[in-house]
C-alpha cells in the first residue's frame, strides 16, 4: 500500500498510549517498516507521555505520521505553546523527566515547531527505505516480496458479498497489486508483457471452465 501520510485526533490520557502503540504497530506493519516499529512505538509514547504530564491530562492532541525522505516523520500536536519539551538530566530514581532524554536518544532528530495556537513536537527515524522519496521503485519491490511471501502462509476467507463502493475499492487494490507485479517481474529481467500475456490466457481459460 502506499505510504500516505497519516494524522489521528486523540484525548491525551494514559489509557491512550497502549492504543495509539498498537496503531503505529498496524501501520508501520502495512509500510513495511517492521525495523522501525519498536522505536517507533517507544517514540510515540515518550511524546504523549511528555504532553500528560506537562500540558495535562484531556489535552486535545494530534498524532501524524508520514515520510520524510527516508526518514519515519512522527509528531505530536497539542494546543499548549508555552510547556515546551526540555532535555532533563534526570538521577535514577527520578520517576520523571527523561522522556524527551530518551526520545533524544533513540531517534536521528527531533524538535518543536511553533505556532499561534499550537506546538509540534517531532522526531524522525531513519528507515530501511531505498529511495529518497519513501516511494520509489525499491518500495515497490519491498511490497510485493512481502506479498509473496505471505500467499504460502495465509488463505483469506471468501467474501461472499461486497457494496457498489466496496467493489470499486477492492478493484483499485487489485490493480496496484497487478501493477506492482508486473514491475516485480521487470525488475528481475523477466518479460512483464509476456507474463501478462500468459496471465490473461490463464484467466480466459480458467473462466470457460
Given at each position: 500500500m502506499p505510504r500516505k501520510p497519516w494524522d489521528l485526533a486523540f484525548t491525551a490520557e494514559p489509557e491512550e498510549v497502549a492504543a495509539l502503540r498498537r496503531i503505529m504497530r498496524l501501520h508501520l506493519g502495512l509500510w513495511g517498516l517492521h525495523d522501525s516499529i519498536d522505536t517507533a512505538q517507544l517514540c510515540v509514547s515518550e511524546m504523549v507521555s511528555n504532553v500528560i504530564a506537562h500540558v495535562g491530562p484531556g489535552t486535545p492532541t494530534t498524532l501524524a505520521v508520514s515520510i520524510n525522505g527516508t526518514y519515519l516523520r512522527i509528531e505530536v500536536h497539542d494546543p499548549d505553546t508555552r510547556a515546551l519539551p526540555a532535555l532533563l538530566d534526570a538521577g535514577v530514581e527520578a520517576e520523571g523527566g527523561r522522556g524527551m532524554a530518551l526520545v533524544d536518544a533513540i531517534a536521528d532528530r527531533w524538535g518543536v515547531q511553533l505556532?499561534?495556537?499550537?506546538?509540534?513536537?517531532?522526531?524522525?527515524?531513519?528507515?530501511?527505505?531505498?529511495?529518497?522519496?519513501?516511494?520509489?521503485?525499491?518500495?515497490?519491490?519491498?511490497?510485493?516480496?512481502?506479498?509473496?511471501?505471505?500467499?504460502?502462509?495465509?488463505?483469506?476467507?471468501?467474501?461472499?458479498?461486497?457494496?457498489?463502493?466496496?467493489?470499486?475499492?477492492?478493484?483499485?487494490?487489485?490493480?496496484?497489486?497487478?501493477?506492482?507485479l508486473l514491475h516485480w517481474l521487470r525488475a528481475y529481467g523477466r518479460d512483464a508483457d509476456e507474463a501478462l500475456d500468459k496471465a490473461q490466457m490463464r484467466f480466459e481459460a480458467d473462466g470457460c471452465g
Open positions: 505556532s499561534a495556537d499550537r506546538k509540534v513536537t517531532w522526531c524522525e527515524l531513519a528507515t530501511c527505505l531505498p529511495s529518497v522519496r519513501g516511494q520509489g521503485e525499491g518500495a515497490r519491490l519491498m511490497r510485493v516480496e512481502a506479498m509473496l511471501g505471505l500467499y504460502g502462509e495465509v488463505k483469506l476467507p471468501r467474501v461472499t458479498s461486497f457494496s457498489p463502493l466496496s467493489v470499486a475499492v477492492a478493484e483499485e487494490a487489485v490493480i496496484d497489486v497487478i501493477t506492482d
